[in-house]
DNA sequence: GGGCGTTTGTTATAGACGATTACAATTCCC
DNA sequence: GGGAATTGTAATCGTCTATAACAAACGCCC
């Protein structure tokens, strides 16, 4: 029916008594195995709506952006202009994004969310926001912002 | 020439003058955007060597923890048994790896280091770290333990 | 000890995702 | 104006991973 359909991340899953040596003082694989955990939240939250999270991402940014270009937006999300293009074309068939002309440059589309892409996004970012809170419950308050400012400051 | 190459991820950039939205108070975005930045210093630290970061931790895991079966590898890399059997193809004919037979045991294999393996993971593990706190050099040893911490902490 | 469900490795197949390349239209800059 | 650069587009390729099906070996239970 759809064409794509999100699958489950396969957890990366702690196996007891097994020894991790110099994994566990990488950043790179706790950022990894982390990120994977919270990408379980994000699969809940968006369960059988056929969003993926460069979709969400997108979807956000086009909101809160209003007429930015497919290029830009490959820029923000990580991957080529042809990626943006694909992505474009399926939001465009299911009605959330709308490819409108510039007056000033005729090369670019200018991306707009459309009426049914606004409540779409808004609807998803509660979902999204309350299973991010939700399967990080393990950390304070405090402590999530703690992390929040590290991974920022980690990025520069 | 080699079989696979591993190619470099697309960065993702922060757009200057652009509006996150919600993007920057969800861990699991946050989490993505530091974890592609602390892969690029993984990239740096295996150019050439034909390495992916699933190789690595196959590499590393196998060597801290001889003797184990294909199917636990698949859980600690969170990859289906398939896709560890691909994975141990490869390794055995890098003559990195080697399987034996278990005695108790005529189903699963057990997997070992060769000599050579055993060579190439400590390599490997030197530079990687070297690379991981290279990258990370924007957080103070204090900083850097705290966010070990935290990002332990999340996946309980 | 016989039988049945489970686990493991294996193989083949399919799908998702993104890169790469090439091309045409447009814009920018000297 | 004219050449370099940017944008969108299309076609193609490669990599990774899941899924399903199968055979062999194991464990359990009576």
């Known amino acids: 029916m759809s064409p794509h359909r999100p ?10 008594g097994l020894d991790y040596d110099v994994l566990d003082e990488l950043l ?4 990894r195995r982390a990120q994977v955990a919270m990408f379980g939240a994000f699969h809940e939250a968006t369960r059988g709506m056929d969003i993926t ?7 956000v940014i086009i909101g809160a952006n209003p007429g930015l270009s497919q290029s830009v937006l490959g820029r ?19 009605g959330l994004v709308e490819r409108k002309r510039r007056p000033n440059d005729g090369r ?38 703690v992390l929040l400012r590290l991974l920022e400051k980690l990025c520069g």
Chains 1, 2 share one sequence.
């Open 28 to 31: 790179g694989y706790s950022l």
């Open 53 to 59: 999270p460069p979709r969400f991402t997108a979807l």
């Open 7 to 16: 699958r489950a991340l396969a957890p990366i899953v702690r196996v007891p």
């Open 108 to 145: 670019a589309w200018g991306l707009h969310l459309t009426r049914r892409g606004e409540q779409r996004v808004a609807s998803l970012k509660a979902r999204v926001r309350r299973h991010d809170l939700q399967r990080a419950r393990r950390l304070s308050a405090e402590e999530r912002r």
């Open 76 to 94: 923000v999300l990580g991957i080529a202009r042809s990626g943006a293009m694909v992505l474009t074309d399926w939001f465009e068939a299911q």
